[in-house]
């Protein structure tokens, strides 16, 4: 699938937390205080969303209904593989290791990677 810009994916967050079919309207006013937009920019992202084929509208009736065809986890899956591999050769170990040479990671973050490895050992072999 093509790539969100920034606004297309602040509009599916809004999409996401609604968790049903959204008019325009909507999904502008789940935007208030993020962007001024006037209706005709979210038509024209709408578009461009319907076309990449993250967001289906259904026109049956007088009021045009939106949703995500997408979940956030199964976009978040995909942009994380995509930056995987073109960061880190595909490579988590590579890029956990760069968030700890630059101090990114807190002690706290630490600990919670760590245990999470750990929950995870011996999980494969059954």
Same mark, same amino acid.
């Given at each position: 699938m093509?790539?969100?810009?920034d606004s297309?994916?602040?509009i599916?967050?809004?999409?996401w937390v609604g968790?049903?079919p959204?008019?325009?309207?909507?999904?502008l006013m789940?935007?208030?205080g993020?962007?001024?937009?006037?209706l005709a920019?979210l038509?024209?992202?709408?578009a461009r969303?319907?076309?990449?084929g993250y967001? %289906?509208?259904?026109?049956?009736t007088?009021?045009?209904?939106?949703v995500a065809?997408i !979940? *956030? &986890? +199964?976009?978040?899956?995909?942009?994380?593989?995509s930056?995987?591999?073109?960061l880190y050769?595909? %490579?988590?170990?590579?890029?956990?290791?760069q968030?700890c040479?630059?101090?990114?990671? !807190? *002690? &706290? +973050?630490i600990?919670?990677?760590?245990?999470?490895?750990n929950?995870l050992?011996?999980k494969?072999?059954?």
């Amino acid at each position: 699938m093509k790539k969100l810009s920034d606004s297309e994916f602040e509009i599916m967050k809004v999409l996401w937390v609604g968790d049903k079919p959204m008019t325009s309207n909507e999904i502008l006013m789940g935007l208030k205080g993020k962007h001024d937009w006037k209706l005709a920019a979210l038509m024209t992202f709408l578009a461009r969303m319907v076309d990449k084929g993250y967001v %289906s509208c259904d026109r049956s009736t007088r009021t045009n209904y939106y949703v995500a065809l997408i !979940s *956030q &986890k +199964e976009y978040q899956v995909q942009e994380s593989k995509s930056f995987l591999e073109k960061l880190y050769d595909n %490579s988590a170990a590579k890029m956990i290791a760069q968030l700890c040479k630059t101090n990114a990671l !807190s *002690q &706290k +973050e630490i600990a919670e990677l760590r245990e999470y490895l750990n929950s995870l050992e011996g999980k494969e072999e059954k």
